[in-house]
């Protein structure tokens, strides 16, 4: 596990005090949600003594930490947020374009199957990250046919999962 | 005496000793995939030792059972993804070490501290094996409560260089954990009508994504880099096994102290590997003269966490045989396998079935050997791995981790789970939050509420957390392990400040 040194660079500060931000809003209507859980009249606590417990603490850290960051981040910082993220977006383009194949590809794998949907996820993915070349585009061709047809054959034949088959 | 040697004529016959060997590869590969857990490869296996002897088809799951807690530190070396829950805290430096180039030193240190973690939790177990399971059967909800707060202060030594994140992501580990059914009365809890949440999130498709998806969408985050064919680790694989095993023994009291850990974890009913190895490692941090080198690629931190994930398969085995109560999933499987054999688990197990017992514990030490031998024979096999380019296997590796998640409860909407948890899992790696506490928070919150609320549902006192000794005793640990960790970070912060050690 190795860590940055705590950052000093203001727009991950200001991404982190928008996650701070998220993190508190959701926690605190996951508060509201829990202390509306009826209690059981067998127990001292109920279904949402815990999670009340869990959320109180989280919202309490997010508090310090958005009052911290407030008070370090500089007022010019925010104007250049905006162009900071479109440039670490542009920089990361290969991660966005990876989470849309993969979103993509989990969400038509009920409708397409495994082997299929596989097969097509791995040819364009692999395709999209590979250099040009001959050699790599036949790598790419049995690697999609291995890890789709092959990887359904070896579970649905020796360990007797079946993956799911499309409708 | 007889008994011992029915017993070791069984196991050591060449048809269960090829058996085993097939067990403990099958195991090892079983486990070194991301999202294939050491239990599913037991309940695999479970059917193909219906046709055998007792003791053979005991001594083949023991063989998969060590094998696997071995193959899960192979991904996590060498991609930096736990291939278990049980080698979480193996990444924490066997893959910083493979990224500088050491990944053969990674490897070899995970595989012997593995064997020699399994060779002493074998002995505790032929040892201590009576006393520890009445101990263990002995603690109450209050007990075990209070052993979890303790575990949960092991967070100090995740967090990296940032607290405040590091407790806000052990929190948020801890909040996933409280979603979908309530564990004491079946109540649904915040999954707003959707099938996809009702379930809950299961621990290991959160631990896929958080580790394995969001590990691997960073490594294409060069587009220049992995066209250019970069490779997972560049440089010259260097391979020293003996050299390795030498290094690992210079370590004695980390190795001992961690193998201590892992039995007296894996002899407590619901804990198990996936905290053993944590804890060994923070302890083995708390330990050491250098604890700020822990996380940049340590020899102390492999061989902390490996050789107490191994010595939970011994600590496990303890409370199935004094007292036939399984201490985990993989415990409940061996004993279901002696139970469809005729053999009747319990505390007469040990009078009745004496030849079994001992052959059991000859099993694991056999076990941990033939992992050793399988291991450093295709180590250099496994190694090649670290060659492969970065665009071959991170789409390779991405199918794996659905097909894994899929397998475990073979529920289409796991896959939808793992795609949400592994963007959290990405924005949170990429906003500098460790991902460690929160993968503690996901294991342990589930013990936790069920321990605090059955604990007050037996007796609404709340002072027992503090009148019965053993609650007692680990709440004090948990208050002396949070005062360690705030005096170093205050340390460490006035080094940052001043420049200057205030010690």
């Known amino acids: ?79 250049a947020f905006p162009s900071v993220a479109l440039r670490w977006a542009r920089d990361k383009r290969l991660v966005i374009v990876t989470f849309l194949f993969l979103a993509v590809y989990l969400s038509v794998m009920p409708l397409l199957g495994y082997p299929l949907a596989t097969l097509g996820f791995l040819l364009v993915l692999t395709a999209t990250l590979a250099p040009k070349t001959p050699a790599s585009m036949a790598v790419t061709v049995v690697l999609a046919l291995a890890f789709s047809f092959g990887l359904n054959w070896l579970f649905a034949e020796v360990f007797n999962v079946f993956l799911p088959r499309g409708s | 005496m007889d008994a011992f040697l029915t017993g070791a004529a069984e196991v050591l016959a060449p048809t269960t000793l090829l058996y085993m060997l097939m067990g403990s590869i099958a195991g090892i590969i079983a486990a070194a995939i991301p999202g294939f857990t050491v239990t599913m490869a037991i309940v695999l296996t479970l059917p193909l030792t219906f046709a055998m002897e007792p003791l053979t088809g005991i001594s083949v799951m023991l063989s998969v059972y060590v094998g696997g807690y071995t193959g899960g530190l192979i991904s996590a ?14 990444t924490f430096d066997a893959f910083p070490m493979a990224r500088k180039g050491e990944p053969g030193r990674a490897l070899s240190l995970g595989v012997w501290a593995s064997f020699f973690g399994t060779i002493i939790s074998t002995i505790v177990l032929i040892i201590a094996a009576p006393p520890l399971a009445i101990f263990a059967v002995k603690l109450g909800p209050w007990e075990y409560f209070a052993l979890i707060v303790f575990a949960l202060t092991i967070v100090a030594s995740l967090v990296g260089h940032s607290l405040e994140r590091g407790l806000i992501a052990a929190m948020i580990g801890l909040a996933i954990s409280t979603i979908g059914t309530d564990p004491m009365m079946g109540r649904p809890r915040f999954d707003f009508g959707l099938e996809i949440l009702a379930a809950g999130l299961p621990f290991l498709v959160v631990l896929i994504g958080i580790f394995a998806i969001s590990q691997l969408i960073s490594e294409v985050e ?97 409370p199935l045989i004094a007292l036939g109560i399984p201490g985990s999933a993989v415990d409940a499987i061996l004993m279901a396998s002696l139970m469809v054999h005729g053999i009747s688990v319990g505390p007469r197990l040990i009078m009745d079935n004496a030849d079994l017992v001992y052959g059991m514990f000859l099993a694991m030490a056999v076990s941990s050997l033939i992992m050793l031998v399988v291991c450093v024979l295709s180590m250099r096999a496994f190694l090649r791995v670290a060659e492969v380019l970065k665009w071959v296997v991170v789409p390779a590796v991405l199918t794996c981790c659905v097909v894994g998640s899929f397998a475990l409860n073979n529920r289409v909407t796991d896959l939808y789970l793992l795609g949400f948890v592994g963007l959290l899992g990405y924005a949170l790696r990429a906003l500098d939050y460790p991902l460690a506490p929160l993968v503690l928070g996901v294991i342990l919150g589930p013990i936790a509420e069920t321990n605090l609320r059955r604990a007050l549902m037996t007796d609404p006192d709340w002072t027992l957390f503090l009148t019965r000794p053993v609650s007692l005793l680990f709440l004090v640990a948990a208050t002396a392990s949070v005062a360690w960790a705030v005096r170093t970070h205050l340390n460490r912060r006035a080094v940052d400040l001043t420049g200057k050690d205030p010690t």
């Open chain 2, 222 to 318: 060069d587009a220049n880099a992995i066209k250019k064919g970069e490779k997972l680790i560049e440089g010259e694989i260097d391979f020293k096994t003996w050299a390795v095993m030498r290094e690992v023994l210079m370590r004695p009291v980390n190795l001992l102290r961690s193998s201590i850990v892992g039995v007296l974890i894996g002899a407590l009913p619901g804990a198990g590997g996936s905290i053993a190895n944590l804890v060994a490692y923070d302890q083995a941090k708390r330990s050491s003269k250098t604890p700020e080198k822990f996380g940049e690629g340590i020899a102390d931190g492999v061989v902390a966490s490996e050789a107490g994930n191994s010595a939970t398969a011994g600590g496990g085995l303890i």
């Open chain 2, 77 to 90: 070396a060498l991609l930096g993804i736990p291939g278990t829950p049980s080698a979480v805290a193996t």
């Open chain 1, 1 to 79: 596990m190795s860590h940055a040194p705590e950052t000093t660079t203001q727009p991950g500060d200001i991404a982190r005090l928008i996650s701070y931000v998220a993190l508190f809003a959701v926690s605190a209507g996951l508060f509201v949600e829990a202390a509306i859980i009826p209690t059981s009249r067998f127990e001292v606590l109920g279904a949402g003594a815990f999670p009340m417990m869990v959320h109180g603490v989280l919202m309490a850290l997010l508090a310090l930490a958005i009052i911290r960051s407030l008070r370090t981040i500089p007022a010019q910082a925010y104007a």
